[in-house]
């Protein structure tokens, strides 16, 4: 082909989900597309000179929310981004797309598989699904050389299948790339995971003072659901309002250790509403009252200056 436009238009035409060239290197544009279906499963093996496309939210398809889209570079680099997440592709990588999501590549002159799969054949659960897309897949050791090297072999010949002997393969062909997504899962969740939690911790440090901080305004400014925030810390000694709690009790114990202000004052500070709420808290967590705290700091600063030996003149 000779025209980008013409290209991306020959893509959508073939039940590919759609894309927007953005550049393109050099005057002369070559690419091709050739599709094959396996039961359920099309595959399209893609030609692509060097240059840039993307998907954004309007170009995106209703029917393409069945599908699940994974791209297999055979020659060539790509780059793909989704979700926040960058996937730098060498010959055999994987990367998982959703088609309805935006979506942009930056590519070498390239030749890459891509295949189209149910979505309900799959059944990624949501949270795993956004950590999956725009993520790297090696295709150079484990399942993830399975399928690599299964898809480039199927784009090229998918001939004198029968029908029940194309929709076993392709169930054969969809549990195979399950596994690959599983085992990418359990090599990137608790790298995520922690990452999560860490940026989480640190938001509710900067923020213990906020009275409104709690899991739902935590969950909001992370884009989860109070749900997922409480699963991410369900193996944590502390939940996540527990966590605040806990770390505004030790910031008013700090405080009231090293100060002359007023218990009310403090906890107040710290985003404790109720002083009465706060003093009992305070008891059940270190065994004495917030008050006594106060007290020993003002006796001990008492008791300083009545032993320190008098100036010279006093």
């Not at 981004?81 to 088609?99: F, K, N, Y």
């Not at 505004?248 to 002083?275: K, Y």
């Not at 007290?295 to 320190?308: E, G, H, I, K, L």
Request: charged share 25%; proline share 5%.
């Amino acid at each position: 082909m000779t025209s980008a436009d013409a290209f991306l238009e020959t893509l959508a035409t073939s039940g590919l989900p759609p894309l927007r060239g953005r550049r393109h290197v050099g005057d002369e544009f070559r690419a091709d597309v050739v599709t094959r279906d396996l039961g359920p499963l099309r595959l399209a093996e893609l030609v692509t000179p060097e240059g840039e496309c993307f998907r954004d939210a309007q170009s995106a398809r209703a029917e393409d929310s069945e599908l699940w889209q994974i791209e297999l570079v055979t020659r060539g680099r790509v780059r793909a981004e989704q979700g926040g997440s960058t996937a730098v592709l060498g010959p055999a990588d994987l990367v998982l797309i959703d088609p309805v999501r935006p979506v942009r590549f930056a590519s070498t002159a390239t030749t890459h598989v891509t295949m189209l799969v149910p979505r309900r054949s799959l059944r990624l659960k949501p949270d795993d699904a956004a950590r999956l897309a725009g993520v790297r897949i090696r295709g150079d050791r484990g399942p993830g050389a399975l399928v690599s090297s299964l898809a480039r072999d199927m784009a090229r010949s998918l001939d004198g299948f029968r029908a029940d002997e194309a929709d076993r393969s392709a169930a054969a062909v969809i549990e195979l790339i399950a596994v690959a997504l599983s085992a990418q899962l359990g090599n990137s969740r608790p790298v995520a995971d922690d990452a999560l939690r860490t940026r989480i911790v640190g938001f509710i440090e900067a923020r213990l003072s906020d009275r409104d901080l709690g899991p739902a305004k935590v969950a909001a400014a992370h884009h989860m659901s109070v749900r997922q925030l409480h699963k991410l810390f369900e193996n944590q000694p502390l939940t996540v309002a527990a966590l605040i709690r806990r770390r505004r009790l030790e910031r008013c114990h700090a405080d009231l250790a090293g100060t002359d202000r007023t218990v009310a004052a403090v906890a107040a500070h710290w985003g404790f509403a109720d002083p009465a709420h706060f003093s009992r808290l305070f008891k059940a967590t270190y065994g004495y009252n917030a008050v006594a705290l106060t007290s020993n700091y003002r006796a001990q600063m008492v008791n300083a200056s009545a032993d320190r030996p008098a100036e010279d003149g006093d």
